[in-house]
């Protein structure tokens, strides 16, 4: 699980790519896929 502004969501390694999803019940919600450099971005 992530924190901060991505709590509750998941997030998966391929490479140097980064996957973040959320599970609700049996469905799983893809929400970023990113270079890992700017996949955790947090806005200011």
Known sequence: MLSHNLAGMR???????????????????????D???RAYFRPR
């Open 11 to 33: 997030s998966t390694h391929v490479g140097n790519w980064v996957i973040i999803y959320l599970v609700e019940g049996d469905v799983v919600v893809l929400l970023n896929l």
């Open 35 to 37: 270079h890992h450099d």
